[in-house]
Nanobody
Framework: QVQLVESGGGLVQAGGSLRLSCTAS????????MGWFRQAPGKEREFVAA????????YYADSVKGRFTISRDNAKNTVYLQMNSLKPEDTAVYYCAAKARPYGLWVITSYDYWGQGTQVTVSS
C-alpha cells in the first residue's frame, strides 16, 4: 500500500506562486506515474499535471500549461508542483495521486493511490 502526503498549500494573492510537495512511501516510487488533480466545491475533480516514472515525460491541462511545472525527486520519494502566476480560478483542494501503469495519465479513475489533499486559495 502506497501512502501519499501533500503539503505546501495556502493562501496567496493572484499572480503569486506556491510550491506543492507530495511525499510517498514505498520502495518502487520511481516506477510509478505521479499526478496532481484538483477539486473545487461543487465541481468535478480535474486533471492538472502528471509525470511518468519511466521517462519523466510530463503532461499538463491546458488551463495550467505555461504556469505550472511538475517534477520529481526519486531520491526523496517526492513529486512537486510549482505553481506560478496563480489565478482565482486555481482555488481548489489539490490532490496527489500515483499509478502503476504508465498509460492514460490524465484519467482520474486510472490512479491507484491518493493523498488527502491540500488547500490552495488564490485571492483576487
Amino acid at each position: 500500500q502506497v501512502q501519499l502526503v501533500e503539503s505546501g498549500g495556502g493562501l496567496v494573492q493572484a499572480g503569486g506562486s506556491l510550491r506543492l510537495s507530495c511525499t510517498a512511501s514505498g520502495r518502487t516510487f520511481s516506477s510509478y506515474a505521479m499526478g496532481w488533480f484538483r477539486q473545487a466545491p461543487g465541481k468535478e475533480r480535474e486533471f492538472v499535471a502528471a509525470v511518468r516514472g519511466s521517462d519523466d515525460s510530463t503532461y499538463y491541462a491546458d488551463s495550467v500549461k505555461g504556469r505550472f511545472t511538475i517534477s520529481r525527486d526519486n531520491a526523496k520519494n517526492t513529486v512537486y508542483l510549482q505553481m506560478n502566476s496563480l489565478k482565482p480560478e486555481d482555488t481548489a483542494v489539490y490532490y496527489c495521486a500515483a499509478k502503476a501503469r504508465p498509460y492514460g495519465l490524465w484519467v482520474i479513475t486510472s490512479y491507484d493511490y491518493w493523498g488527502q489533499g491540500t488547500q490552495v486559495t488564490v485571492s483576487s
